[in-house]
Nanobody, 120 residues
Framework: QVQLVESGGGSVQPGGSLRLSCSADSNMYCLAWFRQVPGKGREGVASFVVGGRPFYGDFVQGRFTASRNYVKRTLDLQMDNLTREDTGMYYC?????????????????WGQGTQVTVSS
């Protein structure tokens, strides 16, 4: 397993932006962001396989951008045009075997999470 530490959550008004960062202690095959929003199960936000490109959950609709830095061993998530429906706990996850965004199966390491609150 790999240790993951998230940062960058906070409160923002609708239409605002936040940048989340996930720091890993090794370059895993896959790093991903998932979220737990009120009234829903955990859903995938973005996944990023090593050497590849990010994939996003359907609800993202071009508002978020994931970027991976292999020197810093981080996965950042730039979130723009946030809505109240984006409020929730955001978790970083890692896997050495899979890199799917539509399921959390196969992710074996999880961070503690960082809270994102969108309200006016």
């Amino acid at each position: 397993q790999v240790q993951l530490v998230e940062s960058g959550g906070g409160s923002v008004q609708p239409g605002g932006s936040l940048r989340l960062s996930c720091s890993a202690d090794s370059n895993m095959y896959c790093l991903a962001w998932f979220r737990q929003v009120p009234g829903k199960g955990r859903e995938g936000v973005a996944s990023f396989v090593v050497g590849g490109r990010p994939f996003y959950g359907d609800f993202v609709q071009g508002r978020f951008t994931a970027s991976r830095n292999y020197v810093k061993r981080t996965l950042d998530l730039q979130m723009d045009n946030l809505t109240r429906e984006d409020t929730g706990m955001y978790y970083c996850a890692a896997s050495s075997t899979v890199c799917r965004v539509h399921t959390d199966d196969g992710y074996t390491s999880w961070g503690q999470g960082t809270q994102v609150t969108v309200s006016s």
